[in-house]
């Protein structure tokens, strides 16, 4: 099969039906409980695979219809942090929040999402994408009584992370994605274990693997920060030369609507680009012309056959409405750019 030039993708979370959870709600509760809740789980998960197939989505991921929240849903599985005991702390230096605790060492019994990313296998013939959390967002979402150092408690859930990652791929995940925001915040933290740390989630893995790093939902504490940041959003240029420099494949970034200057793709030149193309922070359906302008200006810092049209972020918080005219202006965008690139070739 020839590979499809520019295959679209979405970043993460895609709203979750009604009977499942409370709509237009981040993180919101399940509404069903028990097997129910696992039957639910596996209907949204078939819904989220077949709305993106119908707007012609090329990489399908679950639309996290398996996870109440990005990060605290797959520490929920693991041993040593006791979700009873809870700390408040501020994360990303953003926002406060009431948060678990790591009580003991942490470990990893059974896998978490393998089973889950096996049914997202069986609805699909397409490449599947399954995302989890980075080491350092994991821990900025904790507080830890036990280890008493970021950089140790990283080093522990990376090697639990590779046990996972491994698990996905041998499911049939195609790309793995690890999300990790607090790379846009903690730079001396990064430069000095974090990039390190993430190679550790991703080591000997066959799967590609991809790294998402973003300014955040479009929620009040983010555009809040959002709007302290200036004309010129530079965070990128940070992180861009360690991963360029790493071993993972893919850099998952916001652009569209944001203050990212284009020209800091040139750091990471020769990397594949998930680039966001759509605006999670905002209702507003693009239209396919302005994704497309996305694209073109982007092209001139990513090769055309390294490029991923996606989203800026997971788009939970949308009505299902909002989310899905999203995915369609996204691949109308793309055949538009897609189009220009066949004929110039041809
Ligand atoms: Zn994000």
Known sequence: MTPTLLPTSIVGSLPKPSWLAQPETLWSPWNLQGDDLAEGRRDALRIAVHEQTNREIDIISDGEQTRQHFVTTFIEHLNGVDFEKRETVRIRDR????????????SRGEPVFADDAKFLRQQTDQPIKWALPGPMTMIDTLYDGYYKSREKLAWEFAAVLNQEARDLEAAGVDIIQFDEP????????????????LERAAEGLRAETAVHICYGYGITANNDWKATLGSEWR???ESFPLLQQSTIDIVSLECHNSGVPMDLLELIRGKKVMLG????????IETPEEVSDTLRKVLRFVDSDKLIPSTNCGMA???????????????????????ELSVASS
Do not use: C, H
Not at 95 to 106: E, F, H, K, R, W
Not at 317 to 339: N, W, Y
């Open 95 to 106: 926002y406060d929040a009431s948060v678990p605790t790591v009580v003991g060492a942490v």
């Open 182 to 197: 607090a790379f846009n915040v903690f730079f001396d933290e990064m430069t000095d274990w974090g990039i390190a740390t």
């Open 235 to 237: 965070q990128y240029g």
């Open 277 to 284: 193309a759509i605006d999670v922070a905002n209702e507003t």
């Open 317 to 339: 918080p949308f009505s299902r409405d909002v989310a899905l005219g999203k995915l369609s202006a996204l691949s109308a965008g793309t055949s538009i750019v897609r189009e």
